[in-house]
């Protein structure tokens, strides 16, 4: 199953140089060298390239809208050039059309190079880390930058660190629901509107619109704001959602999972997060079995499936040929003879 | 003034454009009076501006919209009475939510 009403951006996010640098200025000790009329060009992917060759003029592989670092090595060749050969590797490097290139460990970049990058209107960046952390925080910068993003109507609630994203019809009782979470110490991060952004690998984070953080909309009360009615315990600003409860109201007709061997899926941004279905009807608590959902949801991450569990012993006492005319009862074995020395209880020096 | 509106029919499906024309825009009571009619119809509603999409039934998505005078809103309806829903809400932007100016 996949979203169908989520309104996204159109093509793939960019970013450009300028708003880049901008960025970098708080992380990194950077600085412009030369190329400023290329600010406008544009990153589009997410993880630089560290292509060195390509001052040898092999540019197999090279992406124009990656950042390209050189690093060390690469300046430590460039430096050992002749002043011929610094323009050729010049002439290579500054003829793709890259979006941007930035120089670590603070060296300073030959005049070939400085006079190539303002030729062709290439925005060439030095700064003074070294290149491994200068590649870590560009990373950072371009997932938060670059990622991909979405929003749909749906309430975000944070139940045991669990992130349960709860869908379904309006007036249905999502919101309701999110509140009486709260009241069991539970924390909205969510409602109405679900801003998601992609994390590699795999993640998905939900958020609040930024107008909306912290407030409910409850049907005859109006707008509440959680965080001065419960305090900062009831509300969290961003969650990683792992679990969607899609709600619906209770149709007779409609079949609803019994024993729950099976997992369905449910794909947001192209991540599949594990999906519960789960009928409404007037004296049902539903809040609770979203609850118990969420801890099953736990239970399941430490690696304990109950449902698969369960049929495994169901049907190991059914293929069990030492019984034939009735099923034997099914004992548990017995936890296996501990060889750790029993805990010392540490008593505090008098 | 109702400009550009367009309806399309597609099995149960309807949408419309309108543009807000009231002085104060699509602030609370606006909104209020918004999704108290889209809540009356059983389709799911949904309108949007050029850069979010809300639910209609709901006050808070569809305040976030922020639609100031001006402000083009596509309404899109699925389901039951798409095609009504489209027609009442676009004449309650057309009338300005009922104020005077």
């Known amino acids: ?350 | 003034m109702v400009t550009g509106a367009r309806k399309r029919k597609k099995a149960d499906a309807a949408s419309g454009e309108f543009v807000v024309c009231n002085r104060l825009g699509l602030h609370a009571r606006a909104a209020t009076k918004l999704v108290n009619l889209a809540s009356q119809f059983p389709c799911d509603v949904f309108v949007s501006n050029d850069e979010q999409r809300a639910n209609a039934k709901s006050v808070m998505g569809v305040l976030l919209l922020c639609g100031a005078q001006g402000t083009r809103l596509v309404v899109e309806a699925h389901g039951e009475c798409a095609a009504q829903a489209v027609g009442e809400i676009g004449k309650l932007i057309a009338e300005r939510f009922g104020e005077e100016e």
């Open chain 1, 1 to 350: 199953m996949t979203v169908d009403d989520v309104a996204g951006s159109s093509g793939p996010p960019t970013i450009t140089v300028r708003r880049l640098l901008d960025e970098l200025r708080g992380r990194l000790d950077v600085r412009l060298a030369a190329g400023d009329g290329g600010l406008g060009r544009e990153i589009a992917h997410a993880r630089i390239q560290k292509s060195g060759l390509s001052m040898l003029g092999h540019r197999h592989g090279v992406v124009p809208s990656r950042v390209q670092v050189l690093g060390e090595t690469e300046m430590s060749y460039a430096r050992s050039l002749g002043r011929e050969e610094q323009n050729q590797a010049a002439d290579h490097l500054f003829s793709m059309n890259l979006a941007c290139v930035l120089v670590t460990c603070g060296a300073e970049p030959p005049q070939a190079f400085l006079d190539g990058a303002q030729r062709s209107a290439t925005p060439l960046l030095v700064c003074q880390e070294r290149s491994s952390t200068a590649i870590t925080s560009l990373h950072t910068l371009l997932d938060e930058c670059l990622a991909p993003r979405a929003s749909m109507h749906g309430v975000l609630v944070d139940i045991f660190e669990i992130g349960v994203l709860l869908l379904g019809p309006s007036g249905i009782g999502k919101s309701e629901i999110a509140l009486e979470l709260v009241m069991r110490g539970h924390r909205l991060v969510a409602d109405d509107m679900v801003e998601f952004d992609y994390r590699p690998p795999g993640m998905v984070f939900g958020q609040a619109a930024e107008l909306l953080r912290h407030h409910i909309e409850v049907r005859g009360l109006g707008i509440l704001n959680i965080k001065d009615l419960y305090g900062v315990t009831s509300v969290r600003d961003r969650k990683r959602v792992d679990l969607v409860v899609q709600l619906e109201f209770w149709n007779e007709k409609s079949v609803y999972e019994r024993v729950g061997v099976d997992d369905t899926y449910y794909e947001i941004l192209s991540v599949p997060i594990r999906e519960v279905c789960l009928p409404v009807r007037p004296g049902r608590n539903v809040g609770s079995i979203i609850e118990i959902a969420a801890r099953n949801e736990l239970l399941r991450q430490a690696g304990h499936h109950s449902a698969r569990e369960f049929v495994r012993r169901v049907e190991g006492g059914l293929s069990n040929h030492e019984s034939t005319s009735e099923m034997r009862a099914i004992r548990l074995p017995e936890p296996p003879e501990s060889t750790a020395p029993p805990p010392v209880r540490w008593r505090k020096p008098k």
